[in-house]
């Protein structure tokens, strides 16, 4: 049988190998070669496909840990940066805490206490002050929901209708943002 384009007739014209007249020595060789070369691409074609897969598997779960060992060094990053942001919150406060101490163990007279209440009083505003946060004024303004609670309204003819009249506790803010309103009395006023 000849052949054309490295392929036997058989194979052209779509014949059974099986039902075909015995050829030469030669062309059995070379029919056989290819059939099994047929037959070997397929499974060559296959084991490159597993080995792919393979490897792809290996390279997802090597990612997947990498991508869980990333998340848990992030969260222990974050939890030691909250540690020491609440250290560095802490550490001006120390002072205030020492002077308290000290006035505490000293013998002395009320205007002398006083006098040192007043001093760590005003160190720990300072302290406060390096950590951004400032006291809301609420005395003689005028009414704030956003800064003020109003615990009381108060008829009054002394002041202008929904004027501060009285701090009961004093609000806070941190930066820009509330910590704590201040608890006020407001004045009612109903001839204006």
Known sequence: MGKTNGRSETENTGLDIEHELP???????????????????????????????DSLLDRL???????????????????????????????????????????LTVKSDAAE?????????????TALAKLSVQPIAAKGELFDPHYHEAIEMVETSDAPDHQVIEELQRGYKFKDRLLRPAMVRVAKNPGR
């Open 113 to 125: 206490f006083r006098n040192g209440v007043d001093l760590i009083y005003k160190q720990l505003l």
């Open 61 to 103: 779960a090597r990612m997947q840990a990498e991508f869980e060992n990333v998340r848990r060094r992030n969260a222990k990053e974050q939890q030691e940066f909250r540690d020491y942001a609440a250290a560095d919150a802490i550490k001006p406060l120390l002072p205030v805490l020492d002077s308290f101490e000290r006035a």
């Open 23 to 53: 050829a030469s020595d030669n062309e059995t060789e070379t029919s056989t070669n290819a059939v099994v070369g047929e037959l070997s691409a397929p499974q060559s074609e296959l084991q490159k496909l597993k080995a792919e897969r």
